[in-house]
Nanobody
Framework: QVQLVESGGGLVQPGGSLRLSCAAS????????MGWYRQAPGKERELVAV???????RSSDSVKGRFTISRDNAANTVTLMMNNLKPEDTAVYYC??????????WGQGTQVTVSG
């Protein structure tokens, strides 16, 4: 089973920036999509941004123009650069990967809090 290691997150003031990174290892058949979802208290998990083969990016309208996703296929890493953060971006952010023949896997989540 694929292992996911997330890093980044934390507390930031409105207008600030954070970077989230996720590294995947142990995939047997390869990964064809990586990205990030988030879940705020009392709400359902929602898409933030995903990069799927062959480099197709999809993101939530709420983050367009502020968040940038990048993926390194050779290293199986995905990075989310978050700029101009708003209080409504506060959530637990989960790394997502889709493995060929095995489906979706999720990271343990990292807290992002925008306050101040």
């Amino acid at each position: 089973q694929v292992q996911l290691v997330e890093s980044g997150g934390g507390l930031v003031q409105p207008g600030g920036s954070l970077r989230l990174s996720c590294a995947a290892s142990g995939s047997r058949f390869g990964i064809n999509a990586m990205g990030w979802y988030r879940q705020a208290p009392g709400k359902e998990r929602e898409l933030v941004a995903v990069v799927a083969d062959p480099g197709i990016k999809r993101s939530s309208d709420s983050v367009k123009g502020r968040f940038t996703i990048s993926r390194d296929n050779a290293a199986n890493t995905v990075t989310l650069m978050m700029n101009n953060l708003k209080p409504e971006d506060t959530a637990v952010y989960y790394c997502y990967v889709n493995e060929i023949m095995r489906g979706a896997s999720w990271g343990q989540g990292t807290q992002v809090t925008v306050s101040g």
